[in-house]
């Protein structure tokens, strides 16, 4: 059992890959917002999708497939495996306090680092938090650790909802919204003009109003020459 384990622990990546980033009601309702709120301007418009398509690339890379697009099927397959490997470790934990006795190991660390995102984070879409949370002893040891090494996230309430705004709230502060993203697209149109003039990739020259009027007046002086010959 126990050389099982570390192969159990590796099959929860690619569900937990899928869960926050792959999943569309995960990834709009709650990682990239949470992403967004705490990443200063202008990046917070860039990175969580970017982010979002390297971890796609990253699960089609665990799961062999460059062509894997998500899906009901994709679901279904990785979160049995999550399931399972959720399983297999509360019975490998029994009523232990930690994996190996009374003292955790470099194992907790890695279990606990997985685990307790799903026990702490409200999801729209939470059947492995449903499960986690039906498995006592694996539930209880995720909240125990918090308790012993993360006082100020302890407690017996572990869900952390996300912060919702009311409609109200979000109709007072609509003219607000649409003028930071008007504000937004200039100072994004501003950057990238400034990078390209800086860059060379655009450039202004300025031409005098005699020198563009003078090819035109030798044309029309060449061409009475030619109409006199």
């Not at 705004?165 to 100072?187: A, C, G, T, W, Y």
Request: glycine share 6%; proline share 7%; hydrophobic share 35%.
């Amino acid at each position: 059992m126990c050389l099982s384990l570390p192969f159990s622990v590796s099959l929860h990546l690619p569900p937990q890959i899928y869960t926050q980033w792959v999943d569309s009601k995960n990834y709009v309702d709650v990682t990239r917002r949470w992403y967004a709120e705490n990443i200063p301007f202008p990046l917070n418009f860039l990175l969580p999708n970017r982010i979002h398509n390297q971890q796609l690339e990253r699960l089609r890379l665990v799961r062999g497939d460059p062509t894997l697009e998500p899906g009901e099927q994709l679901e279904k397959e990785l979160y049995h495996d999550a399931l399972e490997c959720m399983t297999l470790l509360s019975q490998r934990l029994g009523s232990h306090k930690f994996f190996f006795g009374d003292s955790p190991s470099s194992l907790d660390a890695y279990v606990f680092g997985h685990l307790a995102p799903l026990l702490k984070v409200k999801l729209p879409n939470g059947k492995l938090q449903q499960h986690l949370n039906s498995l006592d002893n694996l539930r209880h040891y995720c909240t125990n650790i918090l308790i012993l090494y993360f006082p100020s996230e302890g407690g017996e309430t572990p869900i952390r909802k996300v912060s919702v705004h009311s409609d109200s709230s979000d109709f007072d502060s609509e003219p607000h919204k649409r003028r930071k993203q008007i504000l937004s697209v200039l100072f994004a149109m501003g950057s990238m003009l400034g990078y390209a003039i800086l860059m060379g990739i655009v450039s202004i020259q300025h031409i005098r109003p005699q020198a563009a009027l003078v090819g035109p007046r030798h044309i029309e002086e060449g061409g009475e020459e030619e109409e006199e010959e």
